[in-house]
């Protein structure tokens, strides 16, 4: 069935789509109405870290919901237990609370934060609750979470800001060491800015950051709803700097396409009371049975090795698309990677893309001079060398 542009005025003006309709995807692959396809590099932003349509979220979905869907957070369900097991089991993290959103999971953060700012307050009886985020940073789009973020613009969209998030330079310690005070409780940071244009955290700022955090009696928060669950090569891209963070937020790729998203803390920071945080939806068994699919194929002997290794071919293979264009190389972790265009021309690529034919291919443009990859972590060679080939192709055609 075919959809025009007068069927999708019920839904909300929120952003700019083009005018196409998506039926059907497996794997790296989308269908729109039309029975198009498209090579998807967006993976729903991250999210869909095993493809579109996996067998093992398919089948986890059908069991359990055959089984109980959501018998309220009010009470204990076995998928729920098992993921958080599995959670803390993998990472230096000894509790687990689940949400449906990674702005959810964040706005948790720091609402942890802050309760424990407030358990604990600074040697002189100041209230703790500031915490140091960094400029061009995302955290989600609730009002705590968009004014913790340093997205420009996002200042004044719907001003006042919530308080108490004074921004630092990413990969500067001394930016960080100049914002604390008897109120600060946290730093807060994406290991890699994801939407301000695919920016790793050095090892080295990491490694300073968890130094000055532990000396001024401060916690360390890592958001990794972007870079987090095998993203980066590792499962947790604070492993790469063999660090070890008080709080961390994960979502996206945690529930492989279905809304699921987790706040992991040390046992100590583990301080809400009840009462204090909750949702309809957290830990509901038909979302965490999913997760549980999710982290078991992760952790396949072989898995992440293989995403390491696909994250090399397509830095390799980016590196030698730029050189041939002129561009300005390439950055990333893993399988999280941005092109450097060396000009604003990502949004005429990524619709470029799109209208090629017979087959288009999707791409995100996060700043005008980047794009931005975000393939399946099962992505195969011969998908990411078509990626490149119809790449060089829309250059050329753009005169580039």
Request: proline share 6%; hydrophobic share 40%; charged share 20%.
């Amino acid at each position: 069935m075919e959809y025009n542009h007068a069927d999708t005025n019920a839904l909300m003006f929120i952003t700019n789509r083009p005018d196409i309709v998506f039926t059907e995807g497996h794997g790296m692959w989308l269908t729109d109405s039309t029975g198009k396809r498209y090579l998807d590099y967006l993976q729903g932003w991250a999210v869909n870290c095993l493809g579109h349509a996996p067998a093992c979220i398919s089948d986890a979905l059908a069991v359990q919901s055959k089984k109980l869907l959501n018998p309220s957070p009010a009470f204990f369900n076995a998928p729920s237990i098992a993921l958080a097991n599995l959670l803390t089991a993998n990472s230096c993290f000894d509790r687990v609370f689940f949400a449906s959103s990674g702005a959810e999971a964040n706005e948790g953060a720091i609402k942890l934060a802050r309760k424990y700012g407030r358990k604990f307050p600074h040697a002189d009886g100041a209230n703790r609750f500031e915490i140091i985020t960094f400029d061009h940073s995302f955290h989600g789009r609730t009002l705590a979470t968009m004014s913790a973020s340093g997205k420009p613009g996002w200042d004044t969209m719907y001003a006042p800001q919530v308080a108490g998030f004074p921004k630092a330079e990413l990969n500067d310690i001394a930016s960080v060491e100049r914002l604390i005070n008897n109120h600060t409780v946290a730093v807060m940071l994406e290991p890699v800015q994801g939407e301000g244009g695919v920016i790793p955290a050095t090892r080295e700022f990491m490694q300073a950051l968890r130094a000055l955090t532990r000396e001024r009696g401060i916690l360390l928060i890592v958001d990794e709803v972007q870079s987090g669950m095998g993203r980066t090569g590792t499962l947790f891209a604070y492993q790469l700097s063999h660090i070890e963070p008080d709080i961390m937020t994960l979502g996206k790729g945690i529930g492989g396409g279905v809304p699921l998203a987790a706040l992991l803390c040390r046992e100590e920071i583990a301080c809400f009371e009840p009462g204090e945080q909750g949702g309809t939806y957290n830990g509901n068994p038909l979302m965490t049975a999913v997760g549980v699919a999710v982290i078991e194929t992760l952790l396949a002997p072989d898995f992440l090795p293989t995403v390491r290794e696909r994250g090399e071919w397509l830095r390799q293979g980016l590196l030698a698309l730029s050189e041939r264009h002129g561009l300005q190389g390439e950055r990333g972790e893993g399988l999280l990677r941005a092109l450097q265009l060396g000009k604003d021309i990502g949004p005429q690529i990524v619709e470029a893309a799109r209208k090629l034919e017979p087959v288009g291919l999707l791409l995100n443009s996060p700043r005008p001079d980047l794009l931005r990859f975000m393939p399946a972590l099962n992505v195969s060679h011969a998908e990411i060398d078509q990626m490149l080939a119809m790449l060089s192709d829309v250059l050329r055609m753009l005169g580039h």
